[in-house]
Nanobody, 116 residues
């Protein structure tokens, strides 16, 4: 069974930093793309960062570019999202997603709250 376990959320003041982790079990990273999405209260889920496992190519949304960094540790089957210069607008539930030939999988989400 493929499972994605997201962790690292919490309460932080504006300007602060958090690092989210997404631990993947039941599937190796090869030939896959791992992405972070977030859903703010009352808004639709949006994709904010993605990394391709085979070549570490990354893509970011304009809303987080320059502040967030996605990275993968293939040996640990874990993807990280380093979030710096956090803003209240970054508040939401953050989800990790893995897309591969084997299927499309979601983690359970971790809550990030940024206070002003």
């Amino acid at each position: 069974e493929v499972q994605l376990q997201a962790s690292g959320g919490g309460l932080v003041q504006a300007g602060g930093s958090l690092r989210l982790s997404c631990a993947v079990s039941g599937l190796t990273f090869g030939n896959s793309a791992i992405a972070w999405f977030r859903q703010a209260p009352g808004k639709e889920r949006e994709g904010i960062a993605c990394i391709v496992s085979d070549n570490d190519d990354t893509v970011y949304s304009d809303s987080v570019k320059g502040r967030f960094t996605i990275a993968s540790d293939n040996a640990k089957n874990t993807v990280y999202l380093q979030m710096n210069s956090l803003k209240p607008d970054d508040t939401g539930v953050y989800y990790c997603n893995l897309a591969s030939r084997a299927g499309d999988y979601w983690g359970q989400g971790t809550l990030v709250t940024v206070s002003s």
